[in-house]
């Protein structure tokens, strides 16, 4: 049987042409799954840092209300003492007049920031959440496994909380107690200023000290939903479907 020359370099060839092409595809599923692989790695140390700084900021905003909350009662303390010995005379009302306008300047630096860190953790919330959903693609399906959920919005962040989004506020963090808190002392202030120190009469005092405790809260909290607000301004790329619907 005879075979020509032309026929086997073609056969030759065309061997050579279906090794190149399953080498390239070889290579190309390799180049994937390398990438791949790279993205993972980048993907849980990224989780790592997040929850490492959710952490910190969980730890900040302790050391910081402690420190007011400390402050105020050692202050509320040291007026008790000198009320027992001068009678808020002079010396009295210069010490009050000094200690507690600081005290307020102080809880509202406390206020904003225990506000801001709020806002961090809430954004760390949503990368977080974001990592996951990518974790619960590569699992496939045993992305059950996974009991927080992967969507990147704030339904997704407080249903990893066990709240629902729509009937948690604001109101109830600890920062709204410090703004009450701050408030009492800045109306307390203004109180003893009018009062022992202009003569003012007591129940002129205590009701424009009243006035001005209930307007600093309502000012801090409208701060606060500020600072929440511009925080939520991420759009989402997997959104809760109870966010959709």
Partial sequence: MHISVGRVCALHTSREQSLSEAQRRSGSKANADDDRQLLMTALTTEHFTLQGARSQTMSESAARASVFVFATSSALVALG??????????????????????????????????????????????????????????????????????????????????????????????????????????????GVALGPALGAPLGLAAGVGGAVAIASVLAFVRQASRILNRAAQVQPLFPHPDATA
Avoid: W
């Avoid at 059950?144 to 109830?172: C, I, K, Q």
């Fill in 81 to 190: 003492f000198i009320a027992q010995v001068s009678s808020l005379d002079a010396v009295g009302l210069v010490f009050a007049l000094a200690v507690l306008p600081t005290l307020y300047v102080l809880g509202a630096a406390t206020f904003v920031r225990l506000v801001e860190c709020s806002a961090e953790d809430f954004r760390y919330g949503l990368a977080i959440n974001r990592i996951r959903h990518f974790y619960k693609e590569t699992a496939g399906e045993h992305a059950d496994l996974f009991l927080l959920s992967g969507h990147d919005d704030g339904a997704g962040v407080f249903e990893n909380m066990g709240l629902s989004a729509e009937r948690r506020s604001p109101l109830f963090a600890f920062s709204t107690a410090i703004a009450v808190i701050d408030g009492v002392v800045g109306g307390s202030a203004i």
